[in-house]
């Protein structure tokens, strides 16, 4: 990248540093407007009769409330202890695995990581892609699920 | 919901059931409410216009999630989704239907799971294919 590369010596030594970005209790409020907002009439986040007869023996959250701007701690840049030489940024897509159900009463912490940096030359100009991960874990220390993400910014 | 899909149903080149989304503005809004994005790119027009775009487009996230909701759908109570992932390409159009669509492309037991592997995307009235991903989700024995 030699000396005209826009990725910096603090975003450098920031790849590898876990840190805490959120903490949500999962309320059945929340899980409600959610699910109400998507549509997703599965009866597994809503109906607690339903619910106690499937083997989790209550309600769940549906796994892309972890996708969700609560769950990932706010804007890109909370997850950016670092100035940002590009700041206008666009969602790539990212991969998810999923470990255990979160339930109604959940608290769970979200941990961010970079895992990357680099550069291109886009259509709109230099562009810095973000690579990282973010770890779910709920009340009881278990890993919940896990969000691998790329951010590009231009 | 009550269907219970097991892995020996399951077929390579099998359909998963689509899921057509309608949209409009007034989702965009919820979504932002119940997401805590209140990014105005997705529900507000001359903002969207601004940022170079045609009109407001569906959060990419939103869109995880209709494919989430395709497969929770499928795979029922008993199933679980392991993995998912999505690469969000092309815009969805606020107000234009959104189609989640997905196909089996393996299915393997390992580490003890019946597992199946499928590609997902989705498509807009056009059929011009948007967000495009993998899953691979692990269901129940019939045995």
Redesign the interface.
């Given at each position: 990248m030699g000396e005209e590369s826009l990725i910096t010596e603090e975003m450098r030594a920031s790849i590898g540093k876990v840190f805490q970005i959120a903490v949500n209790v999962v309320e059945r409020g929340?899980l409600k407007?959610?699910v109400?907002?998507?549509?997703?009439?599965?009866?597994?986040w809503q109906d607690e009769e339903y619910?106690r007869k499937?083997?989790?023996g209550g309600i769940i959250a549906?796994?892309?409330l972890v996708?969700?701007?609560?769950m990932r701690g706010?804007s890109m840049r909370n997850s950016m202890p670092f100035e940002m030489p590009l700041k206008r940024g666009v969602?790539?897509?990212?991969?998810?695995?999923?470990y255990k159900p979160i339930r109604v009463g959940d608290v769970i912490v979200t941990l961010r990581k970079w895992t990357n940096f680099y550069e291109k030359k886009g259509r709109l100009g230099p562009m810095i892609f973000y690579i990282g991960e973010l770890s779910f874990i709920n009340q009881r220390g278990e890993l919940v699920a896990i969000e691998r993400d790329t951010h590009a910014t231009y | 919901m009550a269907s219970k899909l097991f892995y020996e149903d399951v077929e390579i080149n099998m359909e998963v059931p689509p899921l057509t989304k309608e949209t409009s503005t007034r989702l965009s809004v919820l979504w932002a409410g119940a997401s805590g994005d209140y990014d105005p790119t997705h529900y507000d027009v001359e903002y969207a216009k601004s940022r170079a775009l045609p009109h407001s487009i569906i959060n990419g996230r939103l869109i995880v999630a209709f494919i989430m909701e395709m497969m929770t759908d499928w795979i029922g109570s008993r199933g679980w989704i392991n993995k998912l992932q999505c690469e969000l390409r092309g815009m969805h159009i606020v107000g234009e239907n959104l189609i989640c669509r997905g196909k089996v492309v393996g299915k393997y037991i390992k580490d003890g799971q019946q597992l199946v592997e499928c590609e997902i995307w989705t498509e807009d009235p056009q059929g011009e294919r948007k967000a495009r991903g993998t899953a691979v989700v692990s269901l129940p024995c019939r045995s």
């Open positions: 929340m407007r959610y109400e907002a998507i549509g997703d009439t599965n009866p597994l619910a499937t083997e989790y549906p796994p892309s996708a969700t701007i609560y706010g969602d790539s897509g990212a991969e998810w695995e999923f | -």
